[in-house]
């Protein structure tokens, strides 16, 4: 039912780059079922993008800086197994390589076993400040890509 | 890149049966972009999935009165177009049938004029209190199920 | 414990002007008490006081077109009795009138049998867009506030 | 307009117990106006009030364990200056003695610089399974409270 891959990529393309958060489920996340509500993956699957789009210089503010805008054009979230209040959780954020114009994320949610609750992923447009689609990566982002490339990117 | 059709049924199975609830965005939904934050759209569209089987007497409340959980197993929106503070949207829930005991919605979000700003769908499987999953639909729910098949389900 | 009347004023200053909103409790506004968690009771209250802003034409919109926001400067809530899931509540939001530039409400959330679950108030300032609050109201709510005193205000 | 002592008590009885936690300011956090909607604070708070009881053995889990619950019953908050997003704010703990059956908290926000962001105060009543109050402190937190006393409480 869930694939483990959401972006089949060729092997010629620069490996995706990743970054982990860790975050405890508070006590209003926790629904009447005795789970984490799944309205909430939202925000720790953010938590994880954030980060690492901060790592590498493309967050939301390095867009805003630029007048460019990035919002989620898709969201998908396979929930494996139920998230518990007071645990702490593992969220994996990867960005992947793409030519066009969109920030391709996947994430997994591993317990403190390494074990995996939840897999999702997301896409990002940018659009500009009069809400154009851009159809190229802004001139901002070209030494990350080039780095990525050529294997050099640094994750803060 | 959205399918318009997230489950394809014969069409020898009875059509969905639908609901729609209204939700006008809050002050405190809206982001630093100036729509409505993504994850939000979670209680947007539990809203309308609720009152859809609340008002078919399928509801989280008629499934856990049978010792009963629905959890969502599965999650996916497509953000076509942004929502914006103080507007209000209709949102549209319809569920498929199947034989299979998941529950199966998929979901509208149209502005006022009727125009399609988000789709979305998700799947919930059946769970008892040892979080067992249940194969088989609970025989409370089999009145229903035989007045879905005779076109007879009155949706309050 | 909790006061009745959080704002006292003297009889010969026109009356408050209030109006009510329902709100029916969310499954994911439930925390694991069983009860609404008290954090969301900020989002309720504030749906009413828009209402009554936008219903007085002294609404966030109407302000921020003149150039002023309305931050929250003091926020108190008593939680008398819990709120359930599914249920509706009045939620009722007053306005008093005050010659300095704040806007005083206080609210009461109320079951469907007229009993009182909630007591509360807020304070908010006003300020221009270059942070500097405001000590006297703006031109624009004059009207308003004569209407107020000649006992003429209708609330939409 | 703020009192910096919200809670007076004798100098006999032993001080408060602290303790603070940090949080930065999510993008899903901020409003229209820029800064972090005001309703967002009794999570900040409650991730302190969560600290500050786990680390001393009598938090929301040790209660329930005894079969009791700690609900809010009363919420104040100041908002003093505002929260930005992506900055990381202290948010600090206080818990007040009391001999009466109750959680008596107050809470300063501070920013990297050490100023005063934010101040607030929380009342917790103690309830059993009946929903009737406490009026005396449960058994198993004898120990602590002559802990606190003799002034050999271990803050964790």
Known sequence: MTKTNYFEQSPALPA?????????????????????????????????????????????????????????RQLHVDYLSPLYYGKTYEIKARLFYSEAARLNCDFTILDESGRVMTRAYSVQLLIDKEQRLLLEWPEFTRPFFRAWKEGTVKIK
Chains 1, 2, 3, 4 share one sequence.
Not at 40 to 63: K, P, T, W
Request: proline residues 5%.
């Open 16 to 72: 995706p780059l990743e970054k982990s958060v860790f975050r405890t489920v508070r006590f209003n996340e926790i629904d009447p079922m005795g789970i984490m509500w799944h309205g909430h993956y939202a925000s720790f699957i953010e938590d994880a993008r954030v980060a690492l789009g901060n790592s590498l210089g493309i967050g939301y503010q390095d867009f805003y800086d630029h007048g460019v805008a990035i919002p989620v």
